[in-house]
């Protein structure tokens, strides 16, 4: 899998140390590459990011950043800033390996959360790009992100961007701080942190929620791996793995698009997972996007397949252009059936529709 966690975080604290070791006896009153900040509040703004992302998951903020940060001592040698970042990345790093899966902070991209692997890749992206900006402000022009963490970062915190042969040659393009043959200039960007939907079931004893998947969860899920989640009966159903891989290919061709993927339905009190819901991608010209579902064997008979197809089907349906959702059932499986029928779908007209490679399948539908 594609980690992205407290080693990832010391691998690009590191990474910068090096670097900012290597210039330590240079001016750094000058800008940071293309920005206006100079290469000493540049240092400083890494810093104050890596203890806010620590502050926001030990805190367990919920609507705004803990009130509090860093600003280097007047006078501060650069060695002495330099154990700053050091510092404060090894905060954020032990409170990743110490924070709960679920446990999330408030942070404006996107949602208004992050869980520990969103601030890992966060406080990573930070620590990378500025590195690169300061490089390039003090002229050491042979500096990039390192390839494998680039990878990593991209099919976390990027799943709206095409995974190219060069890594991290994408991440700086995605950012804006490069060029890339065939793909336009990019002058405006952001991360995605994984959205999560809250399943509301006043039947339902547990607590349950939707956690979208990443590209980089994904293509573990698809090869044998957890994604990253403990599954009630220890091993992912074949349908869950047949979704991941289903996002993975979409990411690879540059297709996928976040929130219209796949999710994990999670029993918070345990953090088991329940088995994977989603969309088979996003909207077509028409405004509609086909959904699907499945549930480990020893989840069902709960009400909570229903219950999360439905709160997934509220979230669609309330999306810009208010989509059709569909969804194609095999006529003989009368369960799955009821559960279409309970989360408000409809038989739709006409009622049949034919796949060459599997046979008939029904088909509903609910609008909006």
């Not at 330590?24 to 104050?48: C, F, I, K, N």
Request: hydrophobic share 40%; charged share 20%; aromatic share 6%.
């Amino acid at each position: 899998m594609l980690e992205m966690g407290a080693d990832q975080v010391d691998e690009a604290v590191a990474e910068c140390a090096a670097l900012l070791r290597s210039v330590a006896d240079r001016d750094w009153e000058v800008p940071a590459g293309s920005l206006e900040w100079s290469v000493r509040y540049t240092v400083e703004h890494v810093a104050d990011d890596l203890i806010a992302y620590a502050a926001q998951l030990t805190g367990r903020a919920t609507s705004k950043y803990v009130g509090f940060g860093i600003t280097l001592a007047d006078g501060m040698s650069n060695e002495d800033a330099i154990g700053v970042v050091t510092a404060t990345g090894g905060l954020l790093s032990a409170v990743v390996r110490t924070t709960p899966p679920g446990v999330r902070g408030w942070h404006s991209f996107a949602y208004g959360a992050g869980d520990r692997t969103g601030f890992a890749g966060m406080g990573v992206a930070e620590v990378l790009l500025h590195t690169y900006d300061i490089a390039c402000g003090l002229g050491v022009e042979r500096w990039r992100p390192p390839g494998q963490l680039s990878q990593s970062l991209l099919a976390h915190l990027f799943p709206h961007v095409q995974p190219g042969p060069d890594p991290a040659r994408t991440l700086l393009w995605a950012t804006g701080r490069g060029d890339l043959p065939g793909r336009p200039r990019v002058t405006a960007w952001h991360w995605h942190n994984a959205i999560v939907l809250p399943v509301e079931d006043e039947e339902a004893a547990d607590v349950l929620e939707l956690r979208e998947l990443s590209p980089a969860a994904a293509m573990d899920l698809s090869v044998g791996g957890t994604a990253g989640h403990t599954w009630l009966g220890d091993d992912p159903d074949e349908g869950s793995r047949a979704a991941g891989a289903m996002v993975a290919r979409a990411y690879a061709r540059g297709t996928h698009r976040p929130e219209w993927g796949t999710f994990v339905l999670v029993r918070v009190r345990d953090e088991r997972a329940l088995g994977t819901l989603g969309f088979h991608g996003p909207p077509d010209e028409t405004g509609s996007a086909e959904v699907g579902y499945g549930l480990q064997e020893k989840a069902r008979g709960h009400g909570h397949a229903t219950a999360a197809l439905r709160a997934l089907a509220v979230w669609g349906l309330g999306q810009p252009g208010s989509p059709t959702l569909r969804a194609r059932v095999d006529p003989d499986n009368q369960a799955s059936q009821a559960v279409l029928r309970r989360a408000g779908f409809t038989p739709a007209d006409p009622p049949v529709v034919e796949d060459l490679d599997e046979g008939m399948d029904l088909r509903y539908e609910r609008r909006a």
